[in-house]
């Protein structure tokens, strides 16, 4: 399920993001695509407007599903 962010640079789909690494200093996010391609720096105004998304959207992840760790069962 596609997820559109608008951000002052351009518009990207998160569904399409493997890893998203933030940099404060200066103020830096590096975006890993899922399909392999290289990666995208975005700066600013642009790495801030993604962080705000992704802490907007961390309410509508459904982590239900996740299994906690100490529920694994591990071969010795």
Not at 16 to 33: D, G, K, N, S, Y
Request: charged content about 20%.
């Amino acid at each position: 399920m596609p997820i559109f962010v608008k951000l002052p640079c351009c518009t990207i789909n998160l569904s399409q993001i493997r890893l998203i690494e933030f940099e404060f200093e200066p103020l830096i996010a590096v975006i890993t695509w899922a399909g392999g391609e290289e990666a995208t720096l975005l700066r600013g105004c642009d790495a801030l407007a993604l962080m705000e998304a992704i802490e907007h959207l961390k309410y509508f992840i459904d982590t239900s599903a996740y299994v906690k760790e100490e529920n694994l069962l591990f071969d010795s």
